[in-house]
């Protein structure tokens, strides 16, 4: 009943924004969801900062060349990235008040978000059944935390974007679904974003070790 008359007291003046900006309490949670994104690449960078420092230190372990599965990593990259495109798309479809291509879009985006963390999951487990934990060196410390943050992220924005699906199923698009739904967009477009530089320190630099 809220959201229907929330729906129904728009400003006239807002009603030429995207409607997850067409109440003040969206625009205000949506610039607070910016500010948390700041610090959470604030936490990322610290893990960065601290595998750069660690991923040649490898003790008795492997270096990291010797565990990385060149052909996982890539298949985990290309996933992700098409996730970002294809939650770009959900979005757009929202703005479109298209109810049926935002859930089928999401639903697609969901499912390539399971298939990177089932890869991910993969990974992790062939290191570790080769031997290669957290405990073997400062090297496997620093990359499980780092790239197993980012898929507890992954992980959490999974079980996130699927509620915010289901109260779309059940209320449709209004400026409370829309706010929530391009909220998740923003969070899974910063998953992509930790990834490439993930990608790039992680897997490449950190590869040719």
């Known amino acids: 009943m809220a959201t229907t008359e929330e729906s129904l007291h728009i400003p006239s003046h807002s009603r030429s924004k995207p409607l997850e900006y067409s109440t003040e309490d969206g625009a205000l949670r949506i610039f607070g969801f910016w500010v948390f994104l700041v610090t959470d690449m604030l936490l990322f960078s610290c893990f960065f900062a601290t595998y750069a420092v660690l991923y040649r230190h490898i003790s008795t372990g492997p270096t990291p060349s010797a565990i990385f599965d060149v052909r996982g990593y890539t298949a985990e990259t290309l996933i992700l990235l098409t996730s970002s495109f294809t939650s770009g798309i959900a979005t757009y479809e929202m703005r479109r008040q298209n109810k049926s291509g935002l859930i089928t879009w999401t639903i697609i985006t969901l499912l390539l978000g399971l298939s990177f963390i089932g890869l991910e999951v993969s990974e992790f487990w062939s290191d570790v059944v080769s031997g290669a934990t957290m405990q073997t060196s400062a090297f496997l410390?620093?990359?499980?935390?780092?790239?197993?943050?980012?898929?507890?992220?992954?992980?959490?924005?999974?079980?996130?974007?699927?509620?915010?699906?289901?109260?779309?199923?059940?209320?449709?698009?209004?400026?409370?679904?829309?706010?929530?739904?391009?909220?998740?967009?923003?969070?899974?477009?910063?998953?992509?974003?930790?990834?490439?530089?993930?990608?790039?320190?992680?897997?490449?630099?950190?590869?040719m070790y």
Do not use: E
């Open 141 to 207: 410390s620093a990359f499980f935390t780092l790239v197993g943050t980012h898929g507890c992220h992954v992980s959490f924005g999974i079980i996130w974007i699927t509620s915010v699906l289901i109260q779309v199923i059940r209320r449709g698009i209004t400026p409370v679904t829309s706010r929530k739904v391009f909220i998740t967009s923003l969070y899974w477009h910063f998953l992509d974003v930790v990834w490439v530089f993930l990608f790039t320190v992680v897997y490449m630099i950190g590869g």
